[in-house]
């Protein structure tokens, strides 16, 4: 193998110092090696880094544990390399920050039932503003877990549940007033029309059962027998 050439991996880059100063970013790939070079290899793949619960205070003061992830990966090697000494944990605390004062604004109602999304948009941003001083470019902010205390939950459950039942009451009364209506406005029919009741009697009459419908009397003809 030759001394004079070295390779850089696919999607990584080494930033190339001589006598202390920067000389060049190379790219992945054979390049040649310098006298008094210094190489700093840095990977430019995508990373995830976990941000551990914590304790957050929601707008109405209940306290609440939320965890995270940040999708992240270096965008200027230079920057990177040269304006923190530690450009990861610049990119935690930013992302902890940005979820502390975002969440500082939601109730803790919202994010019980997580009607209202929660503003990851705004976290996002907030991050990626710190993290581009130091060269890391933020894809997104990913919320994972919000941990409510548990009387908070079984008291959100709670109103759930009699939501539900009140609907499923409001529902079943507004199926008895329909089937009153309705039976309302067939007694009105069969009283107007007895020619219908009597055949609306013989079809709700059991198989075999014996039906006498009595007929109008007769007016007399005046032909009486003997």
Known sequence: MSLTRFT????HCALRYRHGILDQVLPAGRHRRLRGQRLLVLDLRERLTQLAPQEVL???SVS??????????VGDPVAFAEVSEDPTSTVYLAAQVALRDALATSTADDLVR??????TARITAATVEVARRVGAD???????DVIVPPELRAAAAELATARRRGEAQLESARAETAALRSLANGAKLLDAHPALARLRLVQAAPPGTRIVIGLPDTAATGDDEP
């Open 138 to 144: 933020v894809a997104e902010v990913v919320v994972k």
């Open 64 to 73: 609440v544990r939320v965890s995270a992830v940040v999708r992240w990966a």
């Open 114 to 119: 997580r009607a209202a999304s929660l503003p």
């Open 58 to 60: 929601t707008s109405d």
């Open 8 to 11: 850089i991996e696919p999607r």
